[in-house]
């Protein structure tokens, strides 16, 4: 079993930054690829940024260049350093890590990221 605690969302203005933490704890060895996914109301999840268990990161085309993915394997943590945030990157804030030696794939309880002046 694997528990994701996520952390850091909340209200900024447009322009401003925020940093999202999501700390994995539980019976784990070593995680995959771990991530964060975004969701607005009436609209599918999608994914903002992965970062595999080598370091390859891959970004939503509307986050390259302002959102940071980076990964704690000690700590077995994930963060997601957001930058020149838009009102259009309001939604809740999701964490998925994926366990290496089960492939099985766990989702954090969501985080609330709201972009307004």
């Known amino acids: 079993q694997v528990q994701l605690v996520e952390s850091g969302g909340g209200l900024v203005q447009p322009g401003g930054s925020l940093r999202l933490s999501c700390a994995a704890s539980?019976?784990?060895?070593?995680?995959?690829?771990m991530g964060w996914f975004r969701q607005v109301p009436g609209k599918e999840r999608e994914l903002v940024a992965i970062?595999?268990?080598?370091?390859?990161?891959r970004y939503a085309n509307s986050v390259k260049g302002r959102f940071t993915i980076s990964r704690d394997n000690a700590k077995k943590t994930v963060a997601l350093q957001m930058n020149s945030l838009r009102p259009e990157d309001t939604g809740v804030y999701f964490c998925?890590?994926?366990?290496?030696?089960?492939?099985?794939?766990?989702w954090g309880q969501g985080t609330q990221v709201t972009v307004s002046s």
């Open positions: 970062i595999t268990g080598s370091g390859d990161t």
């Open positions: 998925k890590v994926t366990v290496w030696s089960t492939g099985a794939s766990y």
């Open positions: 539980g019976s784990i060895f070593a995680l995959d690829t």
